[in-house]
């Protein structure tokens, strides 16, 4: 695992504004967003300029499905959820990312998508800095 | 490319209903959404009982984001879409399947995502067919 970003890459500003770094894997930063609703994660290559998965490397893509696999699994062992979500959208923020979610029957908007639900429910300061540091115990 | 579908699997019956057939790829059966507000593309892997992509194999995997990316990139330069929206949901269909879906700005919902937005508009049957064509010469 490096422990520091790559060097040249930027952070979207809204992605930054969202979400809490958890940790930095291989290829990816992985990040909390910032909404209590959902064990919401994103996985966000350290590649200045790509916005499809498709035009990432074929090194790095298959970097990319290793590392969204071992994050889905341990959310999924750690919170016992129903489904995982994942997705890469872009829509809104263009710089590649991809959400991984733990779902379940009576979480809100089960069974439709966490995008575009309602309006963002931020975690208090301390909750959103303990259960980071479980998803890192986790994986 | 497998020339027949891979013995003692079963496609999810909403999926069969809401989707044609387009073609067989190494792992996965390539499906068109009979829906024409999107072209929206939908990879279903041959193999029964799984819900998760983590739960693949290794190698499995590794072919679901090459064949992934193939769609992804065939469809993107077939439709001049904005962007590629691709996730991997089930939470009312567990079978696992993958939505590949083209996104444009002036299109239904935008930029919200697909899944729960208003009613599917089905094609007239000639249109689902020469889309399902287009889609296969593209690959």
Redesign the interface.
């Known amino acids: 695992m490096l422990p520091v970003p790559t060097a040249g890459f930027t952070l979207d500003a809204r992605l930054e504004a969202d979400s809490e770094q958890v940790i930095w894997l291989g290829l990816c930063e992985l990040r909390l967003m910032n909404d209590r609703r959902w064990p919401w994660l994103v996985l966000v290559p350290q590649r200045q300029g790509i ?4 035009d990432l490397t074929p090194l790095d ?2 970097m ?2 290793f590392e ?2 071992m994050v ?2 341990a959310l ?1 062992r750690m919170t016992g959820c ?11 923020v ?1 710089q590649l990312h991809v959400h991984i979610v733990a ?1 379940s029957e009576d979480d809100p908007g ?4 966490v ?2 639900h309602g309006i963002r429910e931020p975690y208090k300061a301390a909750d959103i800095h303990r259960f980071a540091q479980r998803i890192k115990a986790a994986l």
């Open positions: 916005e499809e998965i498709h893509q298959t990319l499905t969204t696999n889905a699994q999924k129903t489904k995982i979500n994942s997705a890469a959208l872009g829509n809104v263009r779902r089960w069974p439709g998508p995008w575009g």
